[in-house]
């Protein structure tokens, strides 16, 4: 088995896929060593271990809404694919997405995943309360009352086994989107907050060519105004691809045609794969306010990112309280690389990092990346205390595996 990029081989002495909670309980129970895995989505080690994996595609699926409370209960293996369209039907939405909606909420959510918007959190800030299965075989249920709520979102798999989620959610709404090619970096450096703000979700997708130009995608909601031009550019007449020479046949509806929320926040439409699939990718995000700057440091290693890359994708997200977060505490700029599947992009990558290092960047803990536990736990001022209650709650370690012992050292 291996993950969707087929970077990394699965180690799995054996893999568990159990059909009930009691299952799920007794499995958790009964190894010394277990790691949850969600539709193996991360770039990295994050979900390989060389014990016991399970999964939970095969639980029961459940999608509970309570429309008084404006939230729905589900079950934590399932897709944003496998909801969405269900939470629509029933005149639901969440507020963001990620890029696609093949990933799994409990993988999401446990590594940070976001969408783009500068006023939209990171996809684990729609969580209300999770149900895990701890260390013991427990159901333990966890909601934003309780200290460890905050900890354990963003767990990256070691609070336990999430079994269910309850969501915010919101009614449902119509998104628009619009391209708006050539927007040269330098104008989106002078004017970053204006132009990344300009409509509820903003991508931009440069490759960071001597050209200095990139497209900007932008998901208008309902009752927002669609501009005539942003930067200096007007709006696309033809469907881009974020990589352009790519086919965009893989898109969401563009051209402003609208859409439901569901079919035009993600980039990507859910019966075809991602992106061109033969990837690596890495992200990183620094505050908001160092936006120009983190942009020109990167800009000046252009010639040695840009034959190595497909493209870049720059997005926003804001502020939030979750520990591991990439936006613990500050509104983030996210620079993000599609890498072509080349062993001459590692040391490449290093270079972006030691680049970005004066920004203090945090990574994102699904996509590939080489600080270590003492330079996370410098960005990442919760760590200390994630680790003591991990401890707490897992004594035995039950839950690590590789991956989590390199960056929480
Ligand atoms: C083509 C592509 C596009 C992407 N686009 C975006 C994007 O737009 N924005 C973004 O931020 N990221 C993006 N990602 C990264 C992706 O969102 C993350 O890697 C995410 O973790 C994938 O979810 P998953 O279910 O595959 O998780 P996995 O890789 O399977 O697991 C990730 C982590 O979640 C934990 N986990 C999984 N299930 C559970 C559970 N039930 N209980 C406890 N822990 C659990 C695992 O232990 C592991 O630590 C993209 C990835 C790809 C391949």
Not at 16 to 21: A, G, H, I, R, Y
Not at 137 to 143: A, K, N, S
Not at 203 to 219: E, H, I, P, Q
Request: overall charge negative; some cysteine.
């Amino acid at each position: 088995m291996q993950n969707w990029s087929k970077n990394i081989d699965f180690n799995d002495r054996q893999y568990f896929q159990p059909e009930t909670l009691t299952e799920l309980q007794e499995l958790v129970r009964t190894h010394p060593k277990i790691r949850a895995r969600g539709s193996a989505h991360s770039f990295n080690e994050i979900a390989n271990t060389s014990s016991f994996s399970i999964n939970l595609l095969k639980m029961p699926k459940v999608i509970e809404i309570n429309s008084a409370s404006k939230s729905v209960k589900v079950s934590a293996g399932l897709t944003y694919g496998e909801l969405a369209p269900e939470l629509h039907k029933q005149g639901w939405a969440l507020n963001n997405l990620a890029s696609l909606p093949h990933i799994s909420i409990a993988g999401s959510v446990s590594t940070g995943t976001h969408g783009s918007g500068m006023k939209n959190q990171n996809l684990a800030n729609q969580v209300l309360s999770l149900d895990i299965v701890t260390a013991e075989g427990e159901l333990r249920h966890i909601d934003r009352a309780n200290p460890a709520f905050n900890a354990l979102v963003v767990g990256l798999g070691l609070g336990g086994i999430v079994y269910q989620y309850e969501l915010k959610i919101e009614p449902t709404f119509e998104v628009r989107q619009v391209i708006y090619p050539g927007i040269p970096l330098d104008v989106l450096q002078r004017s970053f907050d204006q132009i990344m703000g300009s409509a509820y979700s903003v991508s931009y997708f440069t490759d960071w060519s001597s050209a200095k130009v990139g497209n900007l995608w932008c998901k208008f909601r309902d009752s927002e105004v669609i501009p005539e031009s942003i930067g200096g550019s007007g709006k696309a007449d033809k469907k881009f691809h974020p990589i352009p020479s790519v086919d965009p046949v893989a898109c969401t509806e563009q051209l402003g045609v609208p859409g439901h929320w569901h079919d035009r926040l993600s980039h990507f439409k859910l019966e075809f794969t991602p992106s061109v699939g033969e990837e690596i990718q890495t992200e990183f995000f620094v505050d908001r306010k160092d936006a120009a700057a983190a942009i020109e440091a990167v800009s000046q290693l252009g010639s040695e990112i840009t034959p190595l890359l497909w493209i870049t994708e720059l997005r926003t997200f804001a502020a939030d309280n979750l520990w591991l977060s990439g936006a613990f505490e500050r509104d983030c700029l996210a620079i993000h690389f599609t890498w072509k599947k080349l062993d001459a992009i590692y040391p490449v990558i290093e270079k972006v990092e030691e680049a970005l290092r004066p920004f203090n960047y945090r990574p994102h803990w699904g996509k590939v990346f080489t600080a270590d536990a003492t330079y996370l736990k410098s960005v990442y001022p919760k760590m200390g205390e994630f680790q003591a209650l991990v401890q707490a709650l897992d004594p035995t370690s039950k839950f690590e595996n590789s991956f989590t012992r390199r960056v929480l050292a």
